[in-house]
């Protein structure tokens, strides 16, 4: 019932830029909390960025100051823009979302995950 789709993934030479996008569909009553989450080859998923209901921002440290995360949430859309990419950024970026949805034993707060778009940054 509930699905999180991103795009805008792809390859692109160290120092570009790409944004991408997850937009959340189903039975969803409420989004608390989206976020982007990577993982590189060989690591463990790590959080990139993540935007609460009320705004609120928070990025990795090896991110913060190039990556912008906003929001369109009359479309439960999450949009993350990446500057100066370099290969460290290499990875499959997962969207989540925190929310309230409805389920078989009825409404319920969880996280949701997309399958995920690689981003390649390679020269």
């Known amino acids: 019932q509930v699905q999180l789709v991103e795009s805008g993934g792809g390859l692109v030479q160290p120092g570009g830029s790409l944004r991408l996008s997850c937009a959340a569909s189903g039975s969803i009553f409420r989004i608390y909390a989206m976020g982007w989450y990577r993982q590189a080859p060989g690591k463990q998923r790590e959080l990139v960025a993540s935007i609460i209901s009320g705004g609120n921002t928070n990025y990795a440290g090896s991110v913060k100051g190039r990556f912008t995360i906003s929001r369109d949430s009359a479309k439960n859309t999450v949009y993350l823009q990446m500057n100066a990419l370099n290969l460290a950024d290499t990875g499959v970026y997962y969207c989540?979302?925190?929310?309230?949805?409805?389920?078989?034993?009825?409404?319920?707060?969880?996280?949701?995950w997309g399958q995920g778009t690689q981003v390649t940054v390679s020269s």
């Open positions: 989540n979302a925190d929310a309230l949805t409805g389920t078989l034993s009825g409404p319920a707060r969880n996280d949701y």
